[in-house]
């Protein structure tokens, strides 16, 4: 895909998700890989609803800033997945609403922050780590990811919201949709002792869709 076509599915994309509430006013930030090694993503206070293509930040391989506005404070964190995620081309950070709430609940488990609800949340998002909080921009923020040694394509940010890195825009994108929903169910269930999929199911899951859950996360 040129970089003129991914510049537009980025303001495609984050459109989308603005418009379903899914990050509200200059909220989330969205980057993508080039075959360079650099990458374009969403200028800082940026709305996902109304961005420019031509105004989105060029950085290099280095993430010095090549031309468009000045990027999101957040890129350090994109930096630490694309260095720790070998398959990433692109992420996805959002504060939605139902993913937020969980990151704050006392119970979750930092390396599973989910249980094996559906099948569709393993497939698209395998397991989802949760990391302490750390101010909006803090590159300390990186260490902490970088700290999970790329076990995991979604990560909850404690008190903050969902990263999810893809192999495509796209799929990083329906990985934090289906993040966000799976949030969503756990929310309206917790306390109701809902059936989770059993470890057969998850192994059959793992197993016909070749999943790669982290070794700790094997229910």
């Avoid at 609800?117 to 302490?132: D, F, H, I, S």
């Avoid at 059936?195 to 192994?203: M, N, S």
Wanted: hydrophobic share 40%; with cysteine.
């Amino acid at each position: 895909m040129s970089e003129t076509k991914i510049r537009e599915e980025i303001c495609r994309l984050g459109r989308s998700l603005f418009e379903r509430g899914l990050t509200p006013g200059s909220s989330g930030n969205i980057s993508v890989k080039l075959d360079d090694g650099g990458w374009l993503v969403t200028p800082t206070n940026a709305s996902l609803g109304f961005l420019d293509p031509v105004r989105l930040s060029r950085l290099d391989a280095a993430g010095k800033l090549l031309s468009g506005d000045a990027p999101t404070k957040e890129v350090p964190l994109h930096s630490a997945l694309y260095e720790t995620r070998a398959p990433a081309r692109a992420v996805v950070h959002l504060h939605s609403t139902h993913s937020v709430a969980l990151s704050m609940l006392p119970e979750i488990d930092p390396r599973a922050a989910l249980p094996p609800m559906t099948a569709y949340y393993l497939m698209k998002c395998g397991a989802t780590a949760l990391v302490p909080y750390y101010r909006p921009g803090d590159p300390a923020v990186a260490d902490a990811i970088k700290g999970l040694a790329g076990k995991y394509s979604s990560v909850l940010l404690a008190n903050h919201g969902p990263v999810v890195s893809g192999d495509t825009l796209e799929a990083a994108v329906f990985a934090v949709e289906e993040l966000e929903e799976t949030a969503k169910l756990y929310l309206l269930l917790r306390g109701l002792n809902p059936r989770y999929l059993t470890p057969a199911q998850v192994a059959d899951l793992t197993k016909v869709f070749e999943l790669k859950l982290p070794d700790d996360h094997q229910h």
